[in-house]
């Protein structure tokens, strides 16, 4: 007997004026005629109450494994780099490159890389002056069309020249900092730059009160040499996954303007995905660096949580919630990665983690690149998607992995999905609560909406949240082989474990759904579309909850047309991509997948919004 149990909530599609007179209808009266309670228990959010727990509470999902468990985890025999290598590595062979002349690709739509811009720099073809140039104007000429990209929410000229000097100088002076001096990078709007009002999507935090210094991410980022440009447009308060926001700028689909970016780093998807530049830091704390990504054609990871420094993050959902790269190809995501990864002794959770390790630096694909990978499947749940396409492309995906590189499917269940689902929401949306409950007023109606609903919930519902994270934690540890061997466990959950059910990797498609349409009472008032959430998280949820890593790499796109339930119309040309979770602190096997699905994507499609003509 299969223990899938996902079910999707009839909760309606509200907007534009409805949701603001819905909203102030749950805010006032809510609660006394039963209105907040109907609407809560159509979400989910009660379903917690009737399970029995004997797990204590897991408030942070921290990883650190005793040894035993890690000598029971699955071996990786292949080659390993530390941080610091592996860019010295990519470093040498770029400076090679630039030795022998070697040009970026006249293919149209090139998606340029930090190595591009390096052997430009570097053979002194263009300076990083003359490259930050052609970004601002880039910038410009993507707001001036229509619907305007929307990327970047908070800019500087006079601040992206002053980095692009500094940048030129030691180039000239051959002395350049790393692969990424004088390359351009855009910020989540809930990371702090220095100088730069840390606005977390919204019109009114923190304005007037610029950030005195970098988030530590920023800092390492900047001691490499990037170039910062600015913030990039966020759903506000990263509650909500189509990024749609009447108080900033609501970001359009490189691919398919008419259609959401995904969110909440809807604005660091579109920067990258339109090629206004090859990088951009997101958070994801519900998939908000993932579901962007893949909506827009590039390539994005959520690290283990602890994985990379959180000071200097507005603390939105801390449990949940990790910063990670937005890349459009996977060496520039596994550079990123070498940057910001690592211990920062004034965060105390990144303490936790043993040493950041990637694979070699990248090559053609061989034949034996993933020989005998073991690839998790939950069938029931990687078939679940609204548009069969998706799961098709996916496989095709998996097909290449296994038939040319060596991996193994392995048929898994996972139990409780769906309480771990709601045990992420109760999660994310009662701290993200806990933190701007004094301000709430002043956000959007669909953000407003959410956290009335949110703040019906009593403490009870919270810490049986964090039950249910341990429980789906123990899960995930009997699946990766470190609880193989608890028999109690696994007489329990018969359908985890076991000899031929220990896998390295679980697989399913990035998101299950294509992105919603840009209505106009979207951008005016913010959407409530409960039910398109719950779709677009449906494999996002687990990773946050649990704190394991996951990647999003392109598996292609769709190829035909496809009317949705509700009536919309969904083109050809959407991207679709695939995801892969490890166990904790094991990104180095998710780059190593993604990196093999990108070499042998058949082809890079054009976004509609083409912003990345830059002359190197």
């Known amino acids: 007997m299969s223990s899938y149990n996902l079910k999707n909530p009839n909760t309606p599609v509200v907007s534009g004026t409805l949701l603001a007179v819905l909203c102030n209808v749950v805010e006032s009266i809510g609660e006394s005629t039963g209105i907040t309670s109907y609407l809560c228990n159509d979400a989910g959010l009660f379903c917690l109450r009737s399970k029995e727990y004997t797990e204590a509470p897991m408030a942070m999902p921290i990883w650190a494994p005793s040894q035993d468990m890690v000598n029971a985890a699955i071996p990786d025999n292949t080659s390993t780099f530390s941080a610091r290598d592996f860019l010295a590595a990519i470093q040498t062979q770029a400076n090679q490159e630039a030795a022998q002349g070697v040009q970026p690709s006249t293919t149209e739509h090139k998606f340029l890389t930090c190595r591009d811009f390096y052997i430009a720099y570097k053979s002194g073809r263009k300076t990083p002056t003359e490259v930050a140039e052609q970004l601002v104007e880039h910038i410009k000429a993507s707001d001036e069309i229509t619907p305007a990209l929307g990327a970047v929410w908070n800019w500087k000229k006079d601040a992206i020249i002053k980095q692009a000097n500094a940048s030129t100088t030691r180039y000239s002076e051959g002395r350049p900092l790393s692969i990424v001096d004088g390359v351009p990078i855009v910020i989540k709007d809930e990371i702090d730059v220095e100088g730069f009002e840390t606005g977390v999507g919204t019109n009114f935090l923190n304005k007037g009160n610029p950030a005195k210094e970098d988030a530590q991410l920023v800092a390492l980022l900047r001691a490499h040499g990037a170039i910062i440009v600015g913030k990039s447009t966020m759903h506000e308060i990263g509650l909500g996954i189509t990024n749609f926001n009447p108080s900033t700028k609501t970001p359009r689909n490189p691919y398919q303007p008419e259609h959401s970016t995904g969110g909440s780093s809807g604005g660091s998807g579109a920067a990258v995905g339109s090629g206004l530049c ?13 579901v962007p990504s893949s909506y827009c054609g590039i390539y994005g990871l959520k690290p283990t949580q602890g994985r990379i420094s959180s000071r200097g993050e507005y603390p939105l959902a801390p449990t949940v919630a990790i910063s990670g790269p937005m890349c459009a190809t996977m060496e520039d995501l596994a550079i990123v ?29 061989s034949s034996s690149q993933l020989q005998g990978l073991r690839i998790g499947i939950y069938r029931r749940w990687f078939d679940d998607v609204s548009h069969p396409e998706i799961s ?42 806990s933190k701007v409950h004094k301000d709430r007023k002043k956000l959007n109606h669909q953000t407003r909406l959410e956290l009335a609903m949110m703040a019906s919930l009593r403490m009870p519902d919270y810490i049986r949240a964090q039950q249910q994270r341990a429980r789906s934690i123990r899960f995930l540890e009997t699946l990766f082989g470190h609880k193989a061997s608890n028999e109690q466990h696994q007489a329990q959950y018969p359908c985890l474990g076991g000899k031929d059910g220990v896998v390295d990797v679980i697989v399913t498609p990035t998101i299950a759904n294509l992105p919603t349409k840009v209505k106009a009472g979207a951008v005016s008032h913010g959407e409530s579309n409960y039910v398109n959430s719950v779709k677009t998280m449906q494999y996002m949820m687990m990773a946050n909850l649990t704190g394991i890593p996951g990647i999003t790499a392109v598996a292609g796109y769709s190829k035909e047309q496809f009317v949705h339930a509700n009536g919309d119309k969904y083109p050809t040309g959407f991207p679709i991509g695939i995801q892969f979770m490890s166990q904790w602190w094991d990104e180095k096997r998710l780059i190593q997948i993604a990196s093999v699905c990108e070499q042998v994507l058949e082809t890079r499609q054009k976004p509609k919004i083409w912003v990345g003509d830059y002359e190197l």
């Not at 940057?339 to 053609?364: M, T, W």
């Not at 709601?422 to 009662?430: C, E, R, S």
């Open 337 to 365: 990665y070498a940057i910001i990864a690592g211990q920062d002794e004034k965060d105390e959770y990144s303490c936790v983690q043993p040493p950041v390790a990637l694979p070699a630096p990248f090559s053609a694909a």
């Open 392 to 433: 098709q492309v996916c496989y095709k995906m998996l097909e290449r992995l296994c038939n040319d590189h060596g991996a193994v499917l392995v048929e898994i269940e996972i139990p409780e999905l769906f309480e771990n689902g709601k045990a992420h929401n109760i999660t994310i949306v009662g701290e993200m609560l």
């Open 278 to 290: 090859p990088i951009a830091i997101g958070c994801d704390g519900g998939g908000s660096v993932r």
